[in-house]
């Protein structure tokens, strides 16, 4: 999986997700969104995180649909969404569940931040 597009509109299927091993030898910033195109939270999130994402192109933007037994979203605990996980070279700075517009300021200021 190539981790370089700026941003992915649809939500990527299971199969066409990275592995968990994939996502921690990443380099630079990433910022990993799990959802649904039908989750009615993740519509109502989209236009903010795709407007800090276009303000923001030095982040690779993945979105990776979810559910039940999805083993990247599981290693990531992830139970609501959308859940945003925000990482440098691998690492998570911040992990997100259903933020509001102050958090997601916030976590893109931390994950840009020197």
């Not at 190539?2 to 997700?17: F, K, N, P, S, W």
């Not at 799990?34 to 009615?40: A, K, L």
């Not at 569940?97 to 200021?109: C, I, K, Q, S, T």
Request: aromatic residues 8%.
């Amino acid at each position: 999986m190539h981790l370089g597009q700026a941003m992915t509109v649809d939500y990527l299927a299971e199969t066409q997700a990275p592995t968990r091993a994939e996502i921690d030898k990443t380099a630079g910033l990433v910022l990993l969104e799990f959802g649904t195109d039908w989750c009615g939270f993740c519509r109502a999130a989209a236009p903010q995180v795709e407007s800090l994402v276009r303000r923001h192109p030095e982040i690779k933007h993945l979105k990776v649909e979810d559910g039940p037994g999805r083993p990247l979203g599981r290693s990531f605990r992830v139970k609501l969404w959308p859940n945003l996980v925000f990482l440098r070279d691998g690492v998570v700075v911040r992990q997100l569940a259903r933020p509001g517009v102050a958090e997601l300021h916030a976590a893109f200021d931390a994950l840009t931040a020197a």
